[in-house]
């Protein structure tokens, strides 16, 4: 089967690289999705970006087509894909709205922490809200002083009785500014050895100070804001696992958002090269289309060569992690290689489209700003060439 299966029905790219054989389900996700693209997304990319305002009605859409609960159990609520189809997934909504794809990345991020290690009194208090679109779920790890460094993690989180008392302060937190409840990243051993040994994961739903949506370049829309705690109570029982083990299941977990951070660089960058294509076809210059000029064709082959490869990159990671096979390296090497490509095609595509590129009446430019953030998320691009130049020293 082609990876762009139905793709190119749609696509001026028109692409015919066979790439992998999909499963009935993975093929039904991806359909899903495209269909999604087609009968949904719009109204929501457009208010999304031009208000950087996270819209109400988005996750009951996502929800009542099954895509918000993708990897949730079915016995949650969910569909219970695998890592690829949901990479499938997140590729072709980002081909469209970046932010949208992001959206489904953040839900995994949250509610896989709590489907790897929490109890099933969690599983089945929050997850099946968050499949039906009732809940919105974050995922609250970052701090002014702690992004790529989490062991600077400054959130404290106190045993109180039957219960912890959460302090601190979040930033840059996606749906922050709508979170029914969040995963917390906390200290609860300050006085451990080492830092990351003393750090829990909490839900945290109650005395939640959200904060103000951040007025980001790109990916608008996603309610990105901080979130506050001031002695806020989590019951005993809302700890993810086991005390002081949260780092360890956060280093856990970072591999598979890393391989769906490359799936929606590649999506967005498969729509960068698709309108970079069919602007080429229309844009008449010198009394001919510019897509007859040697420059351009040889900057869309370009693209498509270097999509394609990001594409296996990622895929192969995601096929590695639903093997259960180590697949670190293999998920950085993804996350590096496709955001750059991402941010090329971007460049590239808007170059083609010259000034028209610049203006926002044109998909691409918003394209452009969305593209840079996958460069620097889920751990920037150096912290994962340093994750893979560990591995081939093998520490």
């Given at each position: ?7 190119n029905a749609q696509?001026?790219?028109?692409s ?28 929501f ?8 305002r ?9 929800a009542a ?9 079915e016995?949650?609520?969910?569909g ?6 949901a ?10 709205s ?20 929490g ?27 702690a ?19 959460l ?20 200290v609860?051993?300050p ?9 829990s ?38 700890l ?17 958002g ?15 090269l ?39 990159l990622?895929?192969h990671?995601?096929?590695?992690r ?28 808007l ?27 889920e751990?920037?691009?150096q ?5 893979i ?7």
């Amino acid at each position: 089967m082609l990876s762009t299966a139905g793709r190119n029905a749609q696509s001026e790219a028109e692409s015919e690289v066979v790439m992998v054989e999909f499963t009935e389900e993975q093929s039904l996700v991806l359909e899903t999705a495209r269909e999604f693209n087609e009968k949904a997304s719009a109204p929501f990319i457009e208010e999304m970006d031009r208000e950087n305002r996270f819209p109400e009605g988005l996750p009951a859409k996502l929800a009542a087509s099954g895509l918000l609960g993708l990897k949730i159990p079915e016995e949650y609520g969910g569909g219970g894909i695998d890592a690829l189809g949901a990479v499938l997934a997140i590729e072709e909504l980002a081909r469209c709205s970046p932010a949208i794809a992001d959206l489904l990345c953040s839900m995994h991020a949250s509610t896989g922490a709590i489907l790897s290690f929490g109890s099933e009194e969690l599983k089945r208090k929050y997850l099946p809200p968050v499949a039906e679109g009732k809940l919105i779920p974050a995922y609250a790890l970052t701090e002014a002083d702690a992004g790529s460094d989490l062991a600077a993690v400054r959130t404290r989180a106190v045993k109180d009785g039957e219960r912890y008392l959460l302090s601190g302060s979040k930033t840059y937190i996606t749906l922050g500014a709508v979170a029914d409840y969040a995963v917390v990243l906390a200290v609860t051993d300050p006085e451990a050895e080492k830092k990351h040994r003393g750090m829990s994961l909490f839900v945290a739903d109650e005395q939640l100070t959200l904060g103000k949506s951040e007025d980001l370049l790109g990916l608008r829309g996603l309610a990105v804001a901080e979130i506050n705690f001031a002695d806020s109570p989590v019951p005993a029982e809302n700890l993810i696992g086991e005390e002081n083990r949260g780092f360890v299941q956060i280093m856990k977990s970072l591999d598979g958002g890393r391989i769906e951070i490359a799936a929606l660089a590649v999506g967005l960058a498969q729509g960068a090269l698709e309108e970079a294509v069919r602007y080429a076809k229309e844009r008449v210059q010198f009394g001919r289309a510019i897509a007859e000029f040697q420059a351009i064709q040889f900057s869309v082959a370009d693209m498509q060569t270097k999509i394609d490869a990001a594409r296996l990159l990622t895929y192969h990671a995601a096929r590695l992690r639903d093997a259960g096979e180590p697949h670190s390296r293999e998920a950085s090497e993804a996350k590096v290689f496709a955001s750059e490509i991402a941010m090329e095609c971007a460049s590239d595509s808007l170059q083609i489209h010259g000034g028209y590129g610049y203006s926002k009446e044109y998909k691409i430019e918003r394209l452009f700003r969305d593209a840079k953030i996958n460069q620097i998320f889920e751990g920037t691009n150096q912290i994962q060439r340093i994750v893979i130049a560990r591995n081939l020293f093998g520490r």
